[in-house]
């Protein structure tokens, strides 16, 4: 029995052995696993970083771009008719061609006539905004809102606000991308 008793010790330590080289081995495959998680962690972030450089690039890029066809139209003036009744607003580009797509009027005071939409307004062109007023006050008195809805040679889409200002004269309050 003693045989057989030191056999089961002898085999119980060769166990132990094995046990021990079976996670010194699994240690080293984890320690292998490690590294690749790591690495791959660090190129996973090195890509994170230029995918945001190239983001903020390519937005910079698009604003350029934009910058580089965009309109810039104003007011020049409001001029009477000699009924009183008619006036019309000058509207000049001094940037890069706009393609006047509509006009949307808010006012009770005055309508709008031969608006001859959709036309272009080509780079140091003016293009004259024809109103009429349709009550009893002079135009100087007359309150409107204006948006002239124009876009430029990329299709982008913008929205400018003219409204009425003392003695008439209107101003632009706003030119937002739609």
């Not at 056999?7 to 046990?19: D, K, S």
């Not at 008719?81 to 001094?94: E, P, Q, T, V, Y």
């Not at 608006?115 to 349709?134: A, G, M, Q, T």
Request: aromatic letters at 10%; glycine letters at 6%; one cysteine or more.
């Amino acid at each position: 029995m003693e045989i057989t008793k030191f056999i089961f010790e002898i085999l119980g330590a060769l166990g132990a052995i094995g046990t021990f080289g079976a996670f010194v081995m699994l240690f080293i495959k984890d320690k292998y696993k490690q590294d690749q998680i790591d690495k791959l962690t660090n190129i996973t972030e090195k890509l994170t970083n230029i995918a945001s450089t190239l983001e903020v690039q390519n937005d910079n890029l698009a604003k350029q771009l934009r910058a580089s066809v965009l309109p810039e139209l104003w007011t020049n003036g409001i001029y009477q008719d000699a009924n009183g009744i008619d006036f019309k607003i000058n509207l000049s580009n001094r940037g890069e061609i706009a393609k006047l797509i509509k006009f949307e009027l808010e006012s009770d005071d005055i309508i709008l006539h031969n608006e001859h939409l959709p036309s272009d307004l080509l780079k140091e062109e003016e293009r004259w905004i024809f109103c009429e007023s349709n009550c009893e006050k002079r135009h100087v008195d007359c309150k409107y809102i204006i948006y002239v809805i124009y876009t430029d040679k990329l299709g982008n889409k913008y929205k400018l606000k003219i409204k009425s200002a003392k003695n008439a004269y209107p101003v632009i309050v706003g030119n937002d991308l739609v």
